[in-house]
Structures are given as C-alpha cells and as structure tokens.
C-alpha cells in the first residue's frame, strides 16, 4: 500500500499561481497512475488531472486546461501539480490519489487533502 501526503496549499489572489506536491511512501508511487482530485465545499469531490506511471500521458478536467500541469518525480516519489491563472471557482481541497495503471476511475490510496483558497 502507498501512503500520499500533499503539501502546498494555501490562501491566494485570483491570478495567483500554487505548486502542490504530493509525496508518496511505502509502495513507489511508480507503479501507479497518480491523479489529483478536488472537492469545494457542498459539492463533490472531481477530478482534476491525472498522470501516467512514465509521465507520457497526461488528463485534465476541462476547466483547468491550460491552467494546471500535472508532472511527476518518480526518483522522488513525488508528484506536483502547478495551478496558474488561479481562479475564485479552484477554491477546495486538493487530494492526491494513487490509481490503478489504466485511469483514475479507480483510486487505490487517498491523500489528506491540502486547502487552496483563492480571494477575490
């Protein structure tokens, strides 16, 4: 089992720019598509990007192409999502998510969560 830890968040400007890192132990975080999902408050939690075990294949909600760069580190069993041009509506909690090789329909391991707050 992979234990994931993200790190990064905080309160910014809308137009700001974050960096999350997401670090993971235990099992290499290699052996697993790693994705990042969000949750705003009353709503769901939602994907927001996911990246494959190589770093070749890379997915995105529609709402953060453009935005957000998912990439991973996989000497240092970290992966990082960097938010530009960060907007009111990217206010939630940040979750980094071990998935199964073929997408993140199916998450093996959840992280805690880290707050990204953006202000007007």
């Known amino acids: 089992q992979v234990q994931l830890v993200e790190s990064g968040g905080g309160l910014v400007q809308a137009g700001a720019s974050l960096r999350l890192s997401c670090a993971a132990s235990g099992r290499t975080a290699s052996n697993y598509r790693m994705g990042w999902f969000r949750q705003a408050p009353g709503k769901e939690r939602e994907f927001a990007a996911s990246?494959?075990?190589?770093?070749?294949?890379?997915s995105y909600r529609d709402s953060v192409k453009g935005r957000f760069t998912i990439s991973r580190d996989n000497a240092k069993n970290t992966v990082y999502l960097q938010m530009n041009s960060l907007k009111l509506e990217d206010t939630a909690v940040y979750y980094c998510?071990?998935?199964?090789?073929?997408?993140?329909?199916?998450?093996?391991?959840w992280g805690q969560g880290t707050q990204v707050t953006v202000s007007s």
């Open positions: 998510a071990a998935c199964v090789p073929y997408g993140c329909g199916e998450v093996k391991a």
């Open positions: 990246i494959s075990w190589s770093g070749s294949a890379t």
